[in-house]
């Protein structure tokens, strides 16, 4: 059975500052994705990771895959307010588009 | 935006009740999926449907029944639930389930209660 794991669950941060949410798998994949919610909102796709290896940026997020270590990291630098939400990594077992979630963090950016 | 659309966006039912949470995309997407969402907790599977055929269905109790008529529409009927479903209904869609680099694309959701 496949397991997701991201930590830290919840991370209050001042704008700013930089830190790195950690996402960990217990079975072999090679696709991986992170999403965002806000509260009460659906799920945004932030990034898609389909190789060992791969990075991709995108403003002040910046994802990546080691599916060696099966493990994802997303990047924040320099937080802004605006970043706060709930971020969900996601990794597809092979099965087609079955997803299982990580429990989710929830970020806190404070002024 | 999103460009999954589902009604309603709240729903509050009685056990007894019967009704419909209804989800369309316009996408072209031939995949499309009901997840189920606790308050605090991660989107969970419920069913996968491809190609208008029911392709996955993660044990979950037969008072939640979905139906696809056609490739942009998926429903899920509800009948004789009980206080502990009540969560965020979440319709996704993606190009199929077998594409890379396709990620599910979410709908807003259905807030449910049940009384």
């Known amino acids: 059975e496949l397991k997701v794991e991201q930590n830290p669950l919840f991370l209050s941060m001042q704008e700013g500052k930089n830190y790195t949410i950690y996402c960990n798998y217990s079975?072999?994949?090679?696709?991986l994705y992170w999403y965002r919610q806000d509260p009460g909102k659906s799920l945004e796709s932030l990034f898609v990771?389909?190789?060992?290896?791969a990075v991709k940026q995108e403003g002040r997020l910046m994802a990546s895959l080691d599916t060696k270590a099966r493990l994802s990291t997303l990047h924040i630098t320099a937080a802004v307010h605006d970043l706060s939400a709930t971020y969900f990594c996601?990794?597809?077992?092979?099965?087609?588009?079955?997803?299982?979630f990580g429990g989710g963090t929830r970020l806190m950016v404070k002024p | 935006d999103t460009e999954v659309t589902q009604t309603p966006k709240h729903l509050v039912m009685g056990m007894t009740n019967k009704k419909s949470l209804k989800c369309e995309q316009h996408?072209?997407?031939?995949?499309m999926y009901w997840y189920k969402q606790k308050a605090k907790k991660p989107p969970e599977l419920m069913f996968v449907?491809?190609?208008?055929?029911?392709?996955i269905n993660e044990s979950v109790p037969s008072r939640f029944s979905p139906e696809c008529p056609n490739s942009s529409l998926l429903n899920l009927h509800l009948h004789a639930l009980q206080p502990e479903d009540s969560a965020l209904y979440l319709c996704?869609?993606?190009?199929?389930?077998?594409?890379?680099?396709?990620?599910?694309?979410f709908g807003n959701g259905t807030r449910l209660t049940v009384t």
């Open positions: 079975t072999t994949s090679d696709r």
């Open positions: 996704a869609s993606s190009q199929d389930r077998s594409s890379y680099n396709s990620p599910l694309h």
């Open positions: 449907y491809s190609y208008e055929k029911l392709s």
């Open positions: 996601a990794v597809d077992n092979y099965a087609g588009n079955m997803l299982t």
């Open positions: 996408m072209g997407h031939r995949a």
């Open positions: 990771l389909l190789s060992n290896g």
